[in-house]
């Protein structure tokens, strides 16, 4: 492909690449990025072009990372954009378990899968780290529906057994029989026809401390040990959750999902708003990672994730939509969500205070640094080759179109520099913007023409 192609390898650094030829194994996986100055750049152009194998980005569009959706509760999927005036406690048992308990339907269970899947891929979200629900078929439905579109998907059957958070209508019988039940679906993801090269992996998913039994987390932890599969849950999301967990078990979340053998490389806990310094500390020595959802955080959490120094202390993330706790399929508006949120974190919100008391200095972050977060960041969190457009790569990737008749995304050739330029997509680009979404070097969404 004849592009250029922008990319954020590390936090706060914007890498352009003008005019670039991409090259792309059978396999979907990025050979190399050949710059325009570069001696072989004529010669590979003029093979592929002979080849009939040559794409051309027209002018006005440009190659990005394919977007990580580190936490995105599939089933909620009917329910986004409504029922977020309530608590988390009371948005949980009176909307959300009752619409999760229908998915043992798998007719229904496709109804929203199938959609799901679709309008995140238009959206230019090529991985999404998913919680299904407790039903085997529905979560099967899930994961299908990711290898029959194209996505790369990880689906995680959720496990809850504790009777007085889980309602009877939605809960495990028994740690044992929820234990069983995960194991199984972690076999029924590696036998899926079509899934030889792992598009779509299993997770193990203990939905959070409050909903599970000391029986259940300590199972689903010697499951992680022992199969070493990624691992999924919440983690001190809310004053009411991280206190729970201490007044339950005398340590914080990260210190009781580690005691449960649940924090690991491949761990991605969602949220964390109230890690401590030695929770920080702990996540960065394992290897694991944090869901940055700061939507949802302003509903559920009533604060904000200090992305900035949890980076800075060495710490593990990526950014998450959180449908349906957060409205947004969007990872664009992820990305300004959290620009948003670390402003009100560095700048403070209360009128009333002194300036210089009013916040927490040095939280800002940035466009480069968001996607970052929602590209390469989210792909280490993963320990996928993702998230960037470089040799050794997988080919995931997003085209954005600046020209499309119905696009925010202005620019001006005769002032803007191609930094500008993305400054401008990450602020401005909706779905309409997103052209073409390729998956493993496989075309998996074109924009119907207008």
């Known amino acids: 492909m004849q592009c250029t192609a922008f990319d954020t390898p590390q936090a706060d650094a914007l890498r352009v690449q003008s005019d670039a030829l991409v090259t792309v194994s059978g396999e979907g996986q990025i050979t190399a990025v050949i710059a325009r100055d570069d001696p072989r750049w004529a010669t590979e152009r003029a093979r592929h072009a002979a080849a009939g194998s040559l794409r051309e980005l ?12 580190l936490h995105v509760h599939a089933p909620q999927w009917p329910q986004m954009g409504k029922a977020l005036d309530v608590p988390l406690e009371a948005w949980l048992q009176q909307n959300t378990f009752p619409l999760e308990a229908r998915y043992g339907d798998e007719t229904f269970a496709e109804s929203v899968y199938r959609p799901l899947v679709q309008q995140l891929l238009a959206n230019g979200t090529t991985t999404a780290m998913y919680f299904g629900t407790l039903h085997d078929s529905g979560n099967r439905v899930l994961a299908e529906q990711c290898l029959r579109q194209g996505q790369r ?14 309602p009877a209508f939605y809960r495990d019988v028994s740690a044992q029989v929820a234990i069983a039940e995960t194991e199984a679906f972690i076999e029924t993801v590696a036998r899926l026809p079509g899934n030889a090269h792992g598009l779509v992996r299993p997770v193990i998913t203990p ?33 009411w959750a991280h206190q729970h967990v201490l007044e339950r078990t005398g340590v914080t979340d990260a210190q009781a999902l580690h005691r449960f053998g649940l924090l690991t490389r491949r761990t991605v806990v969602a949220h964390a708003n109230f890690l401590t310094p030695d929770d920080v500390a702990l996540m960065a020595q394992v290897g694991a990672s944090v869901a940055h959802c700061p939507l949802s955080n302003f509903y559920f959490a009533n604060s904000v994730f200090p992305a900035r120094s949890g980076h800075a202390q060495r710490m593990g993330m990526g950014l998450g939509s959180d449908i349906s706790g957060g409205y947004s399929p969007s990872m664009f508006d992820a990305c300004r969500h959290a620009i948003t949120a670390s402003y009100a974190l560095d700048e403070g919100v209360d009128p009333d205070l002194p300036a210089a008391q009013r916040g927490r200095h040095d939280a800002r972050i940035d466009h480069v640094f968001a996607l970052w977060l929602a590209t390469a960041a989210g792909g280490q969190a993963l320990d996928l080759p993702i998230g960037r457009i470089e040799a050794g790569q997988q080919f995931d990737a997003i085209v954005v179109d600046c020209r499309t008749p ?7 050739p005769d002032i803007d520099s191609p930094a500008d330029v993305l400054q401008k997509i990450i602020y401005n680009a909706t779905r309409s913007n ?17």
């Open 58 to 69: 027209p002018e006005g569009s440009y190659l990005l990372p394919g977007m990580v959706d």
């Open 153 to 166: 998907g990880l689906v995680g059957r959720v496990a809850m057994d504790e009777p007085s958070q889980c």
């Open 207 to 239: 939905r959070f401390i409050p909903s599970c039994t000391d029986a259940l987390l300590e199972g689903l932890g010697a499951l992680a040990q022992r199969t070493g599969v990624h691992v999924q849950t919440h983690c001190s999301e809310s004053d």
């Open 406 to 412: 119905d696009s925010n995304v202005c620019v001006w």
């Open 434 to 450: 997103v052209a073409q979404t390729w998956v493993q070097g496989a075309l998996v969404h074109r924009r119907a023409a207008a």
